[in-house]
């Protein structure tokens, strides 16, 4: 007879944060009606992995890979997915978080805080959002309740994420919250049919998994590519790469390799962008130096980038979404671009090795500049903040517009 596991959620969505902020935010989607259980239709999705009971006029929309499994539901007419399933196999998720490889089947043989931590990398990095960790509660029956709040520009959103282990399993279910109690209580009946099979035979497909292996070359794109001649006399190629995989990258490295009219190579450099991780969607700045100049007999040149799926950097890494940036430029009496400007620790957890990249371009959006700075303090703290500055000895073109951002690492406990 087959195994179940049963999620058990019996008041997890009632427990809503009250914020200001999300009056409105499921203004545009319909109310569902309250059906009895006893009418719902159950979901069994076709690797057998999990179970869930719905309306039978919900929307379903599979867009689960042979690496990780991943479902929306939907009442009729909605404009977002109001759950979202997420199962993979714990070790395929991230290999660092194995502690016993003999007891790699039960939920002890793993770090769950790691494996927590890497699937809220991956899952909430929605261009033009910030994302923002409220509350961490561990439930009665071994899940972890994560609050989390979206700050996007069509409003704020606020979502419920119940992570657990389960078998060889890690898995999430990831509730969005409407402000219409009707609602949630609709919600709160379908949460608690959701159940994981441990026993499902269902495996993640390691060979695209987040283990320390490299992309495949097309998941890193370029834009903004620009070149200039220094005051220097060097030749200096810039621009951005863009990850274009579902996953984080770490240790991203630009190669600019130089051809002669025979098609033979005559120079190459490369170097590690200033990003420690790079999220799905995300641009970094690059910039490779040939000190001596433009290569004798050269007639083009190639650009190619590497990186491995992120494994090492998850851990330790504290993004953008915990430090909110202020900025400012003006043209110093030298001469000089500075850009100077605030970064305050808006996370919960105490981040050292802050730094700021930052970006200028010129009208047409190519790159003339590239910077990288610690900030002035040493850790900071949350609610702390610091001052950074950067200057332009320097550009490849006239500066129109220019970006920062800023990351660091969890601060050492020891």
Request: glycine share 8%.
């Amino acid at each position: 007879m087959m195994r179940h596991t049963h999620l058990a959620l019996p008041v997890i969505l009632l427990a809503m944060l009250t914020l200001p902020a999300l009056s409105g935010c499921a203004a545009n989607q319909p109310t569902p009606a309250l059906v009895d259980p006893s009418g719902f239709a159950t979901y069994t999705h076709p690797t057998g992995v999990f179970t869930i009971d719905l309306p039978p006029d919900w929307v379903v929309n599979d867009t689960s890979d042979n690496r990780t499994v991943r479902v929306e539901f939907s009442p009729p007419g909605a404009a977002e997915p109001w759950i979202m399933v997420y199962v993979i196999n714990s070790a395929v998720l991230n290999p660092t978080a194995i502690l016993d490889p003999e007891n790699a089947g039960s939920p002890a043989g793993y770090d769950f805080d790691t494996l927590v931590a890497t699937y809220q990398t991956l899952s909430y990095n929605r261009a033009g959002s910030v994302f923002k960790e409220l509350a961490r509660e561990p439930q009665p029956d071994g899940s972890l309740r994560l609050t989390i709040v979206e700050d996007a520009p069509g409003g704020t959103v606020q979502y419920n994420d119940f992570s657990q282990p389960v078998g060889v399993y890690f898995s999430a279910l990831r509730v969005r919250l409407p402000d219409d109690p009707t609602q949630v209580r609709a919600l709160n009946r379908i949460v608690n049919t959701f159940r994981v099979v441990p026993d499902a035979g269902w495996m993640s497909d390691v060979a695209v998994s987040m283990e320390q292996s490299s992309v495949r070359a097309d998941t890193i794109g370029f834009s903004g590519l620009n070149a200039w001649l220094n005051a220097s006399g060097g030749y200096e190629i810039a621009g951005q790469i863009a990850n274009n995989s579902p996953g984080a990258l770490e240790f991203a490295r630009v190669t600019v390799q130089f051809f002669d009219s025979e098609g033979r190579m005559i120079a190459d450099r490369d170097d590690f962008v200033p990003s420690d991780l790079i999220l799905p969607g995300e641009y970094v700045p690059f910039s490779i130096v040939f000190p001596e100049g433009l290569p004798a007999g050269a007639v083009r040149y190639d650009i190619s980038a590497s990186a491995r799926y992120a494994d090492f950097n998850l851990r330790t890494f504290y993004g953008p979404e915990n430090l909110a940036v202020t900025s400012a430029a003006e043209f110093a009496e030298s001469g000089l671009l500075v850009i100077s400007g605030q970064v305050r620790n808006e996370g919960t957890q105490t981040a050292e090795l802050v730094k700021v990249i930052v970006t200028v371009f010129d009208d047409q959006q190519r790159v003339v500049g590239t910077a990288t700075t610690l900030v002035d303090r040493q850790t900071l703290a949350p609610g702390e903040t610091s001052m950074y500055t950067v200057s332009f000895v320097e550009l490849g073109g006239s500066p129109a517009t220019f970006q920062v951002s800023a990351q660091g690492v969890l601060a050492s406990r020891d």
